[in-house]
């Protein structure tokens, strides 16, 4: 009989790969991340360091809003705490068909539908709307959860390189005429803050016969000079754009994420979108939230416009200290990645950065391709000059 301590190890090949990871500069632990004041996520403490925040997505400052923060408690009065059950089984309250209502108008499209989360959102609508025999296209660096959904759902998939719309012609030109076709890119590009041609894409799309899907995660909220509803909006491509799928996790300071587009669509989905059909649907707090948000973004410009102000003083002041090199400038978005390369070093000036007093992740593969990785700066409206020209100075002094 073999004894316990002769018995062989079952976990010693997770062990082998966390020990393997460790050596790479690869090994990812969660960092404890804590406000200093209630009115704000950009003081914090980052394993008990105190730090300005340049990690988060809340590009408008909205998640300490007190008119989301109001309109969360109120929905948690008057439909409780949580929602039960999927909808398909426990129904759909007013709240949630008055969001859904409002999406499809932010979005201008005829119909819209709130999911989960952005991954699961984008999984789910991958499978529903693909299948074997179809052909999707996808920018080499789309976001993960776009190149999972393309993957599960067992269509021909191709992926283009990285904005080069020439490459995803020649691609298109491949694909037999009578398939079902799907162009499938991020608007905004959440490690590198760029994002294609979108009126050329569509343009070559149509050329073509394919439907295109925009992942509008990183746009929402930001782009568009009436509804601020993101890049189509920006474009004026809303009515030419199949589905956008977007999150009110990022710009519109809560959690969850959507998809619009036409009505025939949207139906599909909630008859195939696994990730629907089979999930316990959003908390009341969290619809109140985001019904909130689409509300504030569209009347009050002033987070986004001191948003865009931070991002050109990022951006001077980033000139000013020679960081061009290491920089995409002029910057497009509010994500700006400091290319480092080895993925050692990043974890190494990323520390450094944190005892400075600045949080600013560092971004390894596979999140970003072999070779690239970078510290990941996320400007929010509630970063002010001061914290902006701090966090420069010290770019500067450890990467240079």
């Given at each position: 009989?073999?004894?316990?301590?002769?018995?062989?190890?079952?976990?010693?090949?997770?062990?082998?790969?966390?020990?393997?990871?460790?050596?790479?500069?690869?090994?990812?632990?969660?960092?404890?991340?804590?406000?200093?004041?209630?009115?704000?996520?950009?003081?914090?403490q980052?394993?008990?360091?105190?730090?300005?925040?340049?990690?988060?997505?809340?590009?408008?400052?909205?998640?300490?809003?007190?008119?989301?923060?109001?309109a969360?408690?109120?929905a948690?009065?008057?439909?409780?705490?949580?929602s039960?059950?999927?909808?398909?089984?426990?129904?759909?309250?007013?709240?949630?068909?008055?969001?859904?209502?409002?999406?499809?108008?932010?979005?201008?499209?005829?119909?819209?539908?709130?999911?989960?989360?952005?991954?699961?959102?984008?999984?789910?609508?991958?499978?529903?709307?693909?299948?074997?025999?179809?052909?999707?296209?996808?920018?080499?660096?789309?976001?993960?959860?776009?190149?999972?959904?393309?993957?599960?759902?067992?269509?021909?998939?191709?992926?283009?390189?990285?904005?080069?719309?020439?490459?995803?012609?020649?691609?298109?030109?491949?694909?037999?005429?009578?398939?079902?076709?799907?162009?499938?890119?991020?608007?905004?590009?959440?490690?590198?803050?760029?994002?294609?041609?979108?009126?050329?894409?569509?343009?070559?799309?149509?050329?073509?016969?394919?439907?295109?899907?925009?992942?509008?995660?990183?746009?929402?909220?930001?782009?568009?000079?009436?509804?601020?509803?993101g890049?189509?909006?920006?474009?004026?491509?809303?009515?030419?754009?199949?589905?956008?799928?977007?999150?009110?996790?990022?710009?519109?300071?809560?959690?969850?994420a959507y998809?619009?587009?036409?009505?025939v669509?949207?139906?599909?989905?909630?008859?195939?979108?696994?990730?629907?059909?089979?999930?316990?649907?959003?908390?009341?707090?969290?619809?109140?939230?985001?019904?909130?948000?689409?509300?504030?973004?569209?009347?009050?410009?002033?987070?986004?416009?001191?948003?865009?102000?931070?991002?050109?003083?990022f951006?001077?002041?980033?000139?000013?200290?020679?960081?061009?090199?290491?920089?995409?400038l002029?910057?497009?978005?509010?994500?700006?990645?400091?290319?480092?390369?080895?993925?050692s070093?990043?974890?190494?000036?990323?520390?450094?950065?944190?005892?400075?007093?600045?949080?600013?992740?560092?971004?390894?593969p596979?999140?970003?391709?072999?070779?690239?990785?970078?510290?990941?700066?996320?400007?929010?409206?509630?970063?002010?000059?001061?914290?902006?020209?701090?966090?420069?100075?010290?770019?500067?002094?450890?990467?240079?």
């Amino acid at each position: 009989m073999m004894t316990p301590s002769s018995a062989p190890d079952s976990l010693s090949p997770y062990r082998d790969d966390l020990s393997e990871r460790e050596k790479s500069g690869q090994l990812r632990r969660c960092k404890l991340v804590e406000p200093v004041e209630a009115a704000s996520n950009i003081d914090v403490q980052v394993d008990g360091q105190a730090a300005v925040n340049f990690s988060s997505n809340d590009y408008l400052g909205l998640s300490r809003d007190k008119r989301l923060q109001e309109a969360a408690i109120q929905a948690i009065r008057r439909y409780g705490t949580g929602s039960a059950a999927s909808r398909l089984i426990s129904g759909t309250n007013e709240l949630v068909a008055t969001l859904e209502h409002q999406l499809a108008e932010f979005k201008q499209a005829e119909a819209a539908m709130v999911f989960n989360s952005g991954y699961q959102a984008n999984v789910s609508i991958l499978q529903a709307i693909l299948e074997p025999g179809d052909w999707v296209f996808c920018d080499k660096l789309n976001h993960a959860s776009l190149m999972d959904g393309c993957l599960l759902s067992g269509a021909r998939w191709t992926r283009y390189r990285h904005l080069d719309l020439e490459n995803l012609e020649a691609r298109l030109k491949k694909a037999p005429a009578d398939v079902k076709k799907w162009v499938v890119t991020d608007s905004v590009f959440s490690m590198d803050g760029d994002y294609p041609d979108l009126t050329a894409l569509v343009d070559i799309a149509d050329q073509y016969g394919a439907l295109v899907m925009i992942d509008e995660a990183h746009a929402t909220g930001l782009y568009g000079d009436k509804r601020s509803s993101g890049l189509c909006e920006q474009f004026g491509l809303s009515e030419r754009i199949a589905l956008q799928m977007g999150t009110f996790s990022k710009a519109l300071g809560g959690a969850g994420a959507y998809v619009a587009g036409s009505r025939v669509l949207i139906d599909t989905l909630i008859n195939k979108a696994r990730g629907f059909i089979y999930s316990t649907a959003l908390p009341p707090a969290v619809i109140g939230t985001a019904l909130k948000a689409i509300e504030v973004v569209q009347s009050d410009a002033e987070p986004k416009r001191r948003l865009w102000q931070n991002v050109a003083t990022f951006e001077r002041l980033a000139r000013e200290a020679g960081l061009e090199a290491r920089l995409s400038l002029p910057l497009s978005s509010p994500i700006i990645p400091l290319l480092i390369g080895d993925s050692s070093e990043t974890l190494r000036i990323s520390q450094q950065l944190l005892e400075a007093g600045y949080f600013a992740q560092g971004i390894r593969p596979p999140t970003v391709p072999p070779g690239t990785s970078r510290l990941r700066i996320a400007l929010s409206a509630a970063h002010s000059e001061l914290q902006i020209e701090g966090l420069v100075m010290a770019l500067a002094r450890l990467s240079g």
